[in-house]
Nanobody
Framework: EVQLQASGGGLVQAGGSLILSCVAS????????IGWFRQAPGRKREPVSC????????YTIGSVQGRFSISIGNTKNTLLLRINSLEPEDTAVYYC?????????????????WGKGTEVTVSS
């Protein structure tokens, strides 16, 4: 059974930093694309940053490049998202997800399995 659980969110001031963590089970990071997505109030869920170890690809949306960094943690099947210079526009529920490898597809595309999200609120 595929399971994912994100944590590490909270209330931070603009300019602050957070590290989000996702623990996954039921699949291998060697074979699946994994990533972070977010859903702001009143908006659709959007990709933030995704990576595929098997395809050697990482994608990060333009609005967070240079501030957000995705990485695989030292603990098995742990995915991290380091966030710096937070802005009020980053306020959202952040989800981690995974999907089986799809050759030729960008790592944020495809049907993802989701876990419970973690809420990030940035005050101005």
């Amino acid at each position: 059974e595929v399971q994912l659980q994100a944590s590490g969110g909270g209330l931070v001031q603009a300019g602050g930093s957070l590290i989000l963590s996702c623990v996954a089970s039921g699949f291998s990071f060697d074979d699946w694309a994994i990533g972070w997505f977010r859903q702001a109030p009143g908006r659709k869920r959007e990709p933030v940053s995704c990576t595929s170890k098997s395809d050697g690809e990482t994608y990060t949306i333009g609005s967070v490049q240079g501030r957000f960094s995705i990485s695989i943690g030292n603990t098995k099947n742990t995915l991290l998202l380091r966030i710096n210079s937070l802005e009020p526009e980053d306020t959202a529920v952040y989800y981690c997800g995974g999907r089986p490898r799809l050759p030729g597809w960008g790592p944020c595309y495809g049907r993802y399995y989701w876990g419970k999200g973690t809420e990030v609120t940035v005050s101005s």
